[in-house]
């Protein structure tokens, strides 16, 4: 009984939301929450100064706006992130394609890499702040090495996991190095890869936040939201996360579009609705 109860209230949710026109299926959770945040102020559910009003944290973000420090903040934010990724990024596909190629290199290196992936990311800071400081340059450096461990495996896996009649149709073509590289290696893993990346854009952003809370204050995004908990100004800190997580909503479109136009060639998901 209870599974069937269950298998109709998913049956339910699955028509409401086809009902929905695609476009506006994904407003459909953020709007709700809304409605909930808007009710607990509207009929106090807490008594506590720090739950703040829809409208507390849009009037605060209009003034932000409009004095010119989001702009200033979200870029040094972004400039940081986007030097981080390409750094990591780009040492990572380096990288990860001598420890995919080279059964002598994995040897030699591959236990001490997998050993250090296993580090929390946040457990280099100290040794981070030593060796760069505590300014930009250590926040560069932390989300370097954010990007770096994701892009790594991913084209290591990538590499490693060509199917062998893949190259032995090649070696029977007589193609070159050169062209079994380009013609069977890279496509076949190229899906990895650029699955690599857009991970490593993703933790490149969300390390971005962390850097700024765990090492000097300057400007950024992050460092907006720690004056404002400092000042117990709660309209400033949810508008905080409200941009991140716009930024990162972006961010994770974008890498999104740009690997499905690159990778158009695999055809579409089997995913329906």
Do not use: C
């Amino acid at each position: 009984m209870t599974q069937t109860r269950s298998a109709t209230g998913g049956g339910r949710i699955a028509r409401f939301f086809q009902r929905v026109p695609k476009p506006l299926r994904g407003w459909v959770l953020p709007l709700a929450l809304l409605l909930v945040w808007w009710m607990a102020f509207r009929f106090e559910w807490s008594s506590s100064p720090l739950l703040v009003s829809p409208a507390a944290v849009w009037e605060r973000g209009v003034r932000y706006a409009a004095s010119g420090e989001l702009q200033v903040a979200l870029g040094a934010s972004l400039w940081r992130n986007l030097a981080g990724f390409a750094i990591g990024a780009t040492g990572g596909l380096v990288f990860g394609a001598v420890l995919g190629f080279s059964r002598g290199f994995e040897r030699a290196v591959g236990p001490s890499f997998h050993t250090l992936k296993q580090i929390s990311l946040f457990a280099w800071i100290p040794l981070i702040s030593v060796w760069f400081g505590l300014g930009d340059a250590a926040k560069v450096a932390f989300l370097s090495l954010a990007a770096f461990f994701p892009v790594v495996l991913n084209t290591f896996e990538g590499i490693r996991s060509v199917p062998r009649e893949f190259i032995e149709v090649g070696r029977v073509l007589r193609f070159s190095r050169a062209q079994m590289l380009r013609r069977v290696v890279l496509p076949s893993a190229s899906p990895s890869i650029f699955a690599g990346i857009h991970l490593a854009l993703i933790y490149a952003w969300l390390a971005t936040l962390g850097a700024e809370y765990l090492l000097v204050a300057g400007k950024g995004i992050g460092n907006t939201m720690v004056d404002g908990r400092e000042h117990f100004h709660m309209d400033l800190v949810i508008f905080g996360v409200i941009v991140v997580g716009l930024v990162g909503f972006t961010l994770n479109w974008i890498a999104t579009r740009l690997e499905r136009r690159a990778l158009a060639w695999r055809g579409q998901s089997v995913a329906q609705f």
